[in-house]
Structures are given as C-alpha cells and as structure tokens.
C-alpha cells in the first residue's frame, strides 16, 4: 500500500478507538445524577436552575438588539 493509504487507514482505526473507547467508558447524564450524592443533586440543580435563567436572559438580550437597526457593539442607551 501507498503511504497515503496507510496513514488514512491507520488515522482512521486511531480516531475510530478513541470514539468508541469514549463512548463506552464516558457516563451519560442520568448515570451521572443516578450517581450523586442527594445534597450535590440539590447543588446541581440549582447550578443548573441559575444557568438556565443567565441563558433565557442572554437571549432575551440578544432577540432585543437584533430587533434594532444599531450594530451590536454600539452599547450607547437610547434616550428616546
């Protein structure tokens, strides 16, 4: 075989193992909660809980400044 073709071969298995070993090895979600204790459960979620909400305000933020005409690094306040 050309050196091409060996090294796509070889790449290819290499990239194909660590998926594969990641996928088997590497806990899903639910296994992850299934796995903490209840007062890191109850610190989880509220991380979760105060994440989500700096998200929902990040895109409220974000839908406001696209409904404007002004660029987006423009932070000047409207004084209308």
């Known amino acids: 075989m050309s050196k091409t073709i060996k090294a796509i071969v070889y790449g290819g298995g290499i990239i194909g193992t660590g998926y594969a070993l990641m996928k088997f090895t590497v806990p899903d979600e639910e296994q992850m909660r299934s796995r903490l204790s209840p007062e890191l459960l109850r610190e989880y979620d509220i991380a979760r809980a105060k994440s989500q909400e700096k998200n929902r305000a990040l895109r409220e933020q974000i839908k406001q ?3 404007t005409d002004r660029p987006a690094w ?3 306040q409207d004084k209308e």
């Open 65 to 67: 400044t696209a409904a």
């Open 74 to 76: 423009d932070f000047r």
